[in-house]
């Protein structure tokens, strides 16, 4: 077999390119709407709201904002084959995967280098989408499945469902290796180090493994438990997957873990020329018992956390599980607008724009639906163009979007933002047929 080849996909159609031709936006300042007075000084009124096939309002960001956008959320239809009451929501599949790989296609060109684009997703197509967005995005640049909890396991769907439908995941990609999401971070906990050896005799001094050891009988020394503190020492048992780990476990498992027929029970050892901690040496302790074979080490305050000023902090994982079960059951009127059927609760769009934008960051939204991208976006201080076909970009996005320009929308996220108003949007349609860019 000759030649390079690489893992894909295939489908009905997959490389038939569309004929787009090329479209211009056209400002109705009659639906534009900002507010009449500032409210601070990081008011946002450039925001854009457009009315029209997503594709080709896409096509016709792309001379503008190639590379611009921060931060892409969509919540595309899922292919169910339910009868959605704002979606077409049963393509067919090949139909459906074409229709998403255009989109991506420019929504990746629309993405600056070090943004993010996370996509909404059930099951049904979601295998699917992961393998097309590796093959568009690159693997490499996956960072992960963020899993949704979106009903009790009691809400009674249908009779007919063989399996209960809890879970949504949206698939997070990066740009590029630049992209680095946001982490949420706590001041450096020292409670752990909260050992302090004193040593009350000389020890005596052996060679083990090349470094010099220093034992000490179990008169010799002790071992005090008070308050963590920078200068503290923490307790970790030299067992399990410790002993091929770390430096410290290997030395354990290799030098010390059968000295208990030369040493003696309940020894500590000083074993110098180890660790990452400043200390220069580590302290080990033996079996206390005839029958026990693990022993324990005590670790110092890693060296770049021993400054404790108030920029000593760690940083947490971001988690991939969120039970927002409640929060999908009760954001039937945010906003002040309902949409049955596919409505985001404010709290999983404030969740995305928290890790993967920051304020004035740009996002991107070509599925808009209700708008609930753009609501949060505009309270969490980010700038946003929303997408809308529907009929509803009329009936729900505008007036509520109005709300919260107004301040006048108090739901969602208003009160853990202090939302009080301000900004603006300003309201575009893909223009028609025939009218095209001037060169």
Known sequence: MSGKTKLELTWVGK???PKLEPRILLEDMSQSYHADKRVSDEDIFDNRLIFGDNLLALKALEQEFTGKVNCIYIDPPYNTGNAFEHYDDGLEHSLWLNMMKDRLVILRKLLSDDGFICVHIDESEGAYLKVLMDELFGRNNYLSSIYVQVRYPDKTLKEDMIFHKQIEHILVYRKSPLAQANRMQKDYDYGKFCYYIEELGQGKEVKLGGKK?????????????KEGSVEGLKEIWASGSILDGNSSGRFFRDYLAERKEIDGLGCLYKVFDIGDDGKGYRYFSGPKKESATRGKYYQGVPVDRQDDSEDNVTFLPISNFYDLAAQFGNCRHEGGVEFKSGKKPEALLELVLKHFSKKGDLVLDSFAGSGTTGAVAHKMGRRWIMI????????????????VIDGTDQTG?????????GGGF??????PSGLTPQN
């Open 15 to 17: 490389y038939d390119e």
């Open 213 to 225: 050891v220093t034992i000490y009988n179990s008169d010799e020394y002790k071992i005090k438990k």
């Open 388 to 403: 809308e076909l529907g009929e509803h970009c009329h009936t729900h996005i505008i007036p509520r979007m109005k709300k």
């Open 413 to 421: 996220v208003s009160k853990e933002y202090n939302w009080q108003g």
């Open 426 to 431: 300003r309201y575009y349609r893909v223009a």
